[in-house]
């Protein structure tokens, strides 16, 4: 049985030996970071700076949420739109693999950047056993480069610190209770956030797209859970599809978006089950994506694939 609190003490003294200078952590305000970045704070207290960088791909109200996380937690931390610079560097870029490899190193330049201006030294990530192993290890295939994990630059000069590095998401929760960290029970949500819920370009216009339809698709799902409809799901998100397909408006022919609605039950992540989600809540789902958001999209549909054979995400 895992222990949280054997755990936390035994790890925080680890990391007082492990990182005698000054660390930076990006936390995107999900479990993993956050948890990473709180223990470290116990650990080496303001010789850690958490940055939260908004890469432009973030959830609807996210980084307000997180700045307001942040001052109820007390640590030292540092808000940074980055949004232009990843915009940019996504011009044009449509692989899957192509678009975390480019995030992952974008990331990397921004935290340099930011470490170098506080003088650290060390780079603490909020890494987990699946992102690693599903990265690929020399010995496994890779999947997806986790952006945390594959997207390391080669000529990166800051020392990596993984303290969650051998825990799994369900133990990683455990130990957000043990420190009371609020966001305990929200749903993971993935490094490359929205760029890699838009198949293909992720353009500003895009990511708009998908950001309106992630809050319908949770605020559904949410509300649905609340009044006991249903379980809350594991995960629970929008995908924006890179085809138009035929409608009618009215009586008049329309050629709109399509979204795919995901939603998953698993402990961590590594393999999941679809959600059996009851009929009237996806109606509910498809009929305000269709008519609330000011994105012409005409079709949503639900994937029922479990893992294996698909991925959670869609890249
Ligand atoms: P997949 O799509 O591989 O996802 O079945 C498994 C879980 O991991 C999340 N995920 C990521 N988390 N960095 C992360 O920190 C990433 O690059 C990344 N890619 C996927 C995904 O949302 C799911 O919970």
């Known amino acids: 049985m895992f222990d949280a609190e054997e755990f936390v003490n035994e790890k925080i003294e680890e990391l007082k030996g492990q990182i005698p200078?000054?660390?930076?952590?990006?936390?995107?305000?999900?479990?993993?970071?956050?948890?990473?970045?709180?223990?470290?704070?116990?650990?080496?207290?303001?010789?850690?700076?958490?940055?939260?960088?908004?890469?432009?791909?973030?959830?609807?109200?996210?980084?307000?949420?997180?700045?307001?996380?942040?001052?109820?937690?007390?640590?030292?931390?540092?808000?940074?739109?980055?949004?232009?610079?990843?915009?940019?560097a996504m011009k044009g870029v449509t692989e899957p693999e192509a678009k975390r490899k480019i995030i992952g190193e974008r990331f990397i330049r921004v935290f340099e950047r930011e470490a170098k201006a506080y003088h650290a030294e060390y780079l603490v990530q909020g890494t987990i056993a699946p992102d690693w192993i599903e990265s690929g290890d020399g010995v496994r295939d890779t999947i997806k480069s986790?952006?945390?994990?594959?997207?390391?630059?080669?000529?990166?000069?800051?020392?990596?610190?993984?303290?969650?590095?051998?825990?799994?998401?369900?133990?990683?929760?455990?130990?957000a209770r043990y420190l009371g960290i609020e966001v305990s029970e929200r749903q993971p949500f993935p490094g490359p956030a929205l760029a890699i819920r838009v198949i293909g370009e992720a353009t500003r216009e895009a990511v708009e797209v998908v950001r309106e339809a992630c809050a319908i698709v949770e605020e559904e799902l949410e509300k649905a859970s609340k009044q006991k409809r249903m379980e809350r799901p594991w995960q629970y998100f929008a995908v924006l599809l890179p085809c138009q397909s035929v409608g009618v408006q009215g009586d008049r022919r329309a050629y709109g978006r399509t979204i795919a609605v995901r939603s998953v039950e698993s402990i961590d992540g590594m393999s999941a089950a679809y959600s059996k989600v009851p009929y009237e809540v996806l109606e509910r789902i498809s009929f305000r994506i269709t008519s609330e958001m000011k994105a012409n999209v005409n079709r949503v549909v639900y994937d029922i694939t479990n893992k294996p054979p698909a991925t959670i995400e869609w890249e």
């Open 21 to 88: 200078g000054r660390a930076i952590i990006a936390c995107s305000g999900g479990v993993d970071s956050t948890v990473a970045a709180v223990m470290v704070s116990r650990a080496i207290g303001d010789k850690l700076l958490t940055i939260y960088v908004n890469n432009g791909f973030m959830r609807k109200g996210e980084t307000e949420d997180v700045d307001l996380m942040f001052g109820r937690l007390g640590i030292n931390y540092k808000l940074v739109d980055a949004s232009d610079e990843f915009f940019n």
């Open 146 to 175: 986790h952006h945390n994990v594959g997207g390391l630059p080669k000529d990166m000069d800051l020392t990596v610190v993984e303290p969650l590095r051998d825990l799994y998401k369900d133990e990683v929760r455990i130990v």
